[in-house]
């Protein structure tokens, strides 16, 4: 089972009680009163569950099983590291989403499908709350409403993150932009695979959805540099240029602006803003 929010019972006030008053359509007002008791008592007794009003461990799994349903053929892995999860956060607090590129590969296309479920497994266990594979395929680590610790402060709080598995370059063609490990001195960048660029965007979209049915509302996609000043090629030109400029032009998100960074209150700060190799709109330096 997934984590939930703590106890709730008439009383309570705050940000997961109006996340509670979503759920079982009372007025959003943050404040457990009787009219909002009576619809959680309704719901208990529609779901079989005892109708005493007091929203625990199974009445948050009732209500909360199946507000994020995953489209066939993406995976769940949020069941197997709990454990690793930050605080919740009610859906009005997720404005962003976060892409970053892994810097390693976890699947290879065409690989065996010994090796696609080892992958699976893997990236399960990393700091995100998505991750898109070379494949197309969709696994998710962290359910929307908790916190994960993929980037700094800022964009912990209130984004999604998404890594992109795969090493890229910060610019395409300029080796000096590209990071290779020292066990790894002749490693080169990979192209993005179509069928992970359209799964990336089909995942971004479906964020936005989900958020927005659960009262909240993405208006940002970043990209990592933006808060990590030694993350200048994350996630790079190819998956910036296919997913973040799309993001800004199917769905209407915004990057901060030209020249728009995370100043101060990060621990890594300042990162860098998008600059014109990425997205030729913008005119701030790669480096």
Known sequence: MRGHPPILRRGDTGDEVAHLQRLVGAEVDGDFGPATEQLVMMRQMALGLEPDGVVGPLTWRALLDGVEPLPNGWIDR???HASQFGPHRPYSKITGITLHQTATCFLRLGAPPTKRARAIERVGALRAHFVGLRDGTVVQATPLDRVAYHAQAVFNRSDVG????GYYAGVEGDDSTFWRPSSKPNRQ?????QVQID???D???????EVKARGGEVRYVHAHRQTHWGKPSDPGELLWREVGVWCQDALGLSDGGDGWRVTSGTGKAPGRAIPR???PRRTADYR
């Open 277 to 279: 190799a990425w997205d």
């Open 203 to 209: 995942l971004c979209a479906w964020v936005c959805a």
């Open 199 to 201: 799964a990336m965007r």
């Open 78 to 80: 949020t069941e197997l």
């Open 189 to 193: 960048p990979m192209a993005v695979s």
């Open 162 to 165: 998404i890594e992109i598995d």
